[in-house]
């Protein structure tokens, strides 16, 4: 009797607690009662809602997982194989470019077989750039040597995060794992999920940190890993990689049966909705599944046997499983969300294909078709499409056409977008009012600039119909940069708000020329086009004016990730501009940490609660940073002293046409992320730069000049009178956290004092 009760409690169902939450919440979830050791992770929609719960649930003390802020996704990439490299449990989430970004540190994890879970929240991978869901960025996933989950539901999302590192950690497996679900589709919809209340159930599930394996722990026990190997040995190598994650098929099967006896839910390798006797099917992977099962009931009250299949694991490929389900089906038509561009259909089709090659029985016609691409919406519409092309093909006997794109929609000649003005260009920006002379003897250049109300009637260099925030300072402060600028300009914009809200297709904010390319590779990408530029005009291919300028556009913490670009471009010299709007944060992914964050300071991954206090160290000097490459021309400004940034920004010309690279910082209000009211805009920037938060100065030719000095015009005030206007850092000003205020007081002023001996030595 003992016996059968204690059989019983094995087998009994934990309890459970019932809600509504979104994909990203149940994977925050699962992280947190997992309760791992380290998280490397970079922001990116959709996935970096991930980061910012878990970062406000480690604010309340519900975790102990230390989250490291990466300076990108490569980055965090090596974070997390760095810690898994130690034994530690590892977890990251990442989405598009951003994955693609890391992906040449995938292979690598895998093939040294260490495991990890990493949620891939599936994105459109530009360009151009599309931040909604499609799986263009998985499929790059598939040859990775991960083991791939696929999850549905939100609820799905939360039971394969607790099985992936069941199944990562198997003794047969040791990969790393992937949980994909669809950005925005699953990831942000909220629906009814359960989860374990205790989380001491979900920690027995996944057993303790196993520690039989050479990690880089034990200084007794030294280890080298990642060793150079041969041909012969890496066959060796990657024929056991090769046969461990087709062991994660058998095992996956294993830790499913066991979970569903934990929690009562069941995740069979193929989700099969009414395939017993199917003639007609469909094979979706994710969201998109969910969406045709109600077509399959309509069908079916018609009296078409049709059905539904839809895999719960990809990596590996579960062949046999489908040969099985498709035994008996006569067309099949694939829906896929990305493209294999050239190969006749995307890259499930042809692995469809394959399995069903070594049946020699099996007659079923396979379509393909490529749909909902960038977040297109799948309606039940699309999938009754979907079904009468496949019942169409089962009645003739063969696929009409067996590949195709499904919902695209033939543009109108007649609807082309004309141009509002005509083009501004040349002597439309030339106001003929801005003096700049090298002054010979002193070696740094003279600038007379006119009153501000002079430069007034000179166009402006984006139109008004730009959909950024209110009181959003990037524009005012660029406009007013672009004044000090004559002529004309080829401008390249980062990935940021200001790309975001300047570029809506088919429509666009820019009178002149502008280029888009990633946060990590601006600064290449327009050495390029400069180089380019010159070039054909060497040789006479193009006629261009001798003063065109090229500036670079950068913010959002695009110095963060594209730091190692622009220290590139710095030092081969190309004769550009980049200008760093600082506004703090990623505020283009929704107000995340950036290198540029200052101390303190409360973002959506640096939550305010009572184990943390906002960011946990001191900001990123950049301007420092780029002036350690030794360029001609560094400086600093911001709109609230406007002739200062004039003036530099006419300097800035000069030396980008003359001499080399430049690089300036100016400082901008971000009142949505920022908790500031729009009014104090102006109020805030004084204050930063009064406080000596961000001192004006400018480095030409190697001497630091500073140009605006609060000490000397009795306007020296405490950080304290600039921190009250935000809310992300009033708390700053509360008692218990006096400690950290006065750290970060005292950072300012060594920053400050070393500026002024700079100032005061030219040679420092």
């Known amino acids: 009797m003992a016996m059968l009760e204690e059989q019983l409690k094995e087998n009994a169902k934990a309890e459970q607690v019932l809600t509504f939450e979104s994909g990203n919440e149940m994977a925050a979830m699962a992280a947190a009662q997992i309760n791992y050791h380290i998280m490397g992770y970079f922001p990116i929609t959709p996935s970096t809602e991930v980061a910012q719960y878990l970062d406000m649930m480690k604010a309340r003390g519900e975790h102990d997982i230390k989250l490291i802020p990466a300076d990108g996704e490569h980055g965090s990439a090596g974070i997390c194989y760095g810690a898994a490299a130690t034994g530690a449990r590892v977890f990251n989430a990442t989405s598009a470019n951003g994955f693609l970004y890391m992906i040449e540190q995938l292979p690598v994890q895998a093939g040294t077989r260490f495991p990890m879970v990493m949620n891939l929240v ?46 990562a950690e ?73 046969e461990a994650i087709y062991a994660a098929g058998e095992v996956f099967k294993e830790v499913t049966a066991e979970y569903a006896k ?78 294999s561009y050239g190969a006749h259909g995307p890259n499930l089709t042809h692995e469809v294909k394959s399995a069903l090659q070594d049946d020699r029985d099996n007659a079923t016609i396979v379509l393909s078709r490529v749909f909902g691409l960038g977040g297109k919406d799948f309606y039940a519409d699309d999938a009754e499409a979907f079904f009468e092309l496949a019942i169409g093909a089962a009645e003739k006997g063969y696929a009409e056409k067996p590949f195709d794109y499904y919902g695209i929609v033939p543009g109108n000649p007649e609807k082309a977008l004309k141009p509002v003005i005509e083009p501004q260009y040349g ?84 009178k002149q020329t502008m280029i888009h390319n990633l946060f ?133 010309q000069w030396y980008a046409q003359n001499v080399g690279t430049v690089y300036g910082k100016i400082l901008i209000t971000c009142p949505l992320n920022w908790k500031s009211e729009d009014r104090y805009g102006n109020t805030i920037m004084e204050a930063a730069v009064n406080s000596c938060f961000f001192p004006l100065y400018e480095i030409e030719q190697g001497s630091t000049t500073i140009t605006y000095n609060p000490e000397e015009k009795d306007k020296r005030v405490p950080a304290s009178e600039w921190l009250k206007y935000m809310g992300k850092s009033k708390h700053l000003l509360k008692e218990e956290n ?27």
């Not at 006797?277 to 109600?294: G, P, Y």
């Open 427 to 510: 002597e439309t920006y030339n106001s003929g009012l801005i003096d700049v002379k090298m002054d010979e003897e002193t070696g740094k250049l003279k600038v007379k600039i006119p009153p501000l109300r002079a430069l007034a009637a000179k166009p402006k260099r984006l139109g008004s119909g730009h959909g950024a925030c209110p009181g959003c300072g990037i524009f005012p402060g660029l406009e007013l940069f672009f004044k000090g600028i004559e002529g004309d300009i080829v401008v390249l914009y980062q990935t940021g708000c200001a790309y975001v809200t300047t570029t809506a297709y088919p429509y666009t904010s820019h």
């Open 170 to 242: 198997h003794s047969k497996v040791r990969l790393p794992v992937i949980v994909a679900y669809d950005g925005f589709f699953t990831s942000h919809q909220k629906r009814r999920v359960e989860y374990f209340k205790d989380r001491a159930v979900v920690q027995k599930f996944v057993g303790e940190c196993p520690v039989d394996y050479n990690f880089a722990r034990n200084p007794k026990k030294p280890v080298t890993i990642g060793a150079h190997m041969n041909g012969e040995d890496l066959m060796n190598n990657h024929f056991q990689q090769s």
């Open 262 to 339: 934990l929690s009562g839910r069941e995740y069979p390798v193929l989700d099969l909705y009414k395939m017993e006797d199917a003639e007609v099917a469909l094979f979706l992977l994710n969201s998109a599944a969910e969406s045709a099962k109600d077509v399959v009931d309509k069908l079916r009250s018609r009296g078409i046997k049709a059905g539904v299949i839809s895999p719960n694991i990809i990596r590996p490929f579960p062949a046999k499983e489908i040969r099985e389900a498709l035994k008996n089906v006569k067309a099949l038509l694939v829906g896929e969300r990305a493209d």
């Open 520 to 652: 990590q590779n601006g600064a290449a990408t327009l050495s390029g086009t400069v180089e380019a530029f010159f070039e054909l005009q060497k040789r006479g291919e193009i006629e261009i004016a001798d003063d065109v300028t090229f500036v670079m556009v950068t913010g959002d913490g695009g110095m963060d990730i594209g730091m190692g670009s622009a220290i590139g471009t710095a030092l081969r010299g190309h004769k550009l501009i980049i200008v760093e709007y600082d506004n703090e944060g990623y505020m283009n992914t929704g107000s995340q940490m950036s290198y540029s964050t200052p101390m303190g300071h409360m973002t959506s991954t640096t939550s305010v609660g009572k184990t943390q206090k906002g960011k946990s160290f001191h900001h990123k000097d950049t301007a420092q940073l780029m002036a350690a490459a030794n360029i001609p021309y560094v400086f600093t400004g911001t709109e609230a002293f406007p002739q200062d940034l004039v003036k530099k920004g006419a300097k800035a």
């Open 122 to 167: 599936t994105r459109a991978v530009s360009g151009p750039l599309d931040i909604r869901g499609d799986h263009s960025d998985l499929y790059y996933g598939l040859n990775t040597g991960w083991v791939i989950l696929t999850a549905k539901t939100p609820q799905a999302v939360y039971d394969m995060n607790i099985m992936a590192l069941k199944i």
């Open 738 to 764: 006096k400690e950290m205020l006065a750290a970060f007081e005292k950072e300012i002023e060594n920053r400050w004092q070393r500026l002024k001996a700079k100032h005061d030595h030219p040679m420092l």
